[in-house]
């Protein structure tokens, strides 16, 4: 569901002034584990899983984050493993399970692969 555009201008507003007062940039992230960064970035009103889990893909380049709360990423593995059947999480993670520790690397390919066939 899409946040009205009262809601993402209040999340824009508690997320700038969050980012302002704590230092969430790589390098005062380097010491959290990546649950850690979920945790400290969902503090923030307005800031879910998901959009904690893009921040540690492409703001920190974190090299192990496998983002199941993405529908490409789900529908990718189901088409690649499971024939386009849904899988549940628990099967989606025993299959990224050999991914790690670049399951980053993994989802760019899934979705590159989601995006190729319409």
């Keep these: 569901m899409r946040a009205s555009p009262a809601a993402r201008s209040t999340t824009f507003g508690n997320a700038a002034r969050a980012f302002q007062a704590n230092d969430y940039t790589r390098s005062g992230l ?3 584990t990546n649950d850690e960064v ?3 970035l969902t503090d923030i009103t307005g800031i879910g ?5 893009m921040y540690l893909l492409f ?3 974190r090299p192990d984050v496998l983002p199941l709360g993405d529908l490409a990423v789900r529908r990718g593995i189901e088409r690649l493993y499971g024939d386009g059947a849904e899988l549940s999480r628990d099967e989606l993670r025993e299959i990224a399970e050999p991914w790690r520790p670049y ?3 993994a989802t760019r390919y899934i979705w590159a692969e989601y995006e190729s066939t319409d």
């Design 30 to 32: 380097a010491d959290h």
């Design 49 to 53: 899983e998901w959009t904690a889990r």
């Design 103 to 105: 399951r980053s690397v």
């Design 38 to 40: 979920i945790d400290v």
């Design 59 to 61: 703001v920190l380049e």
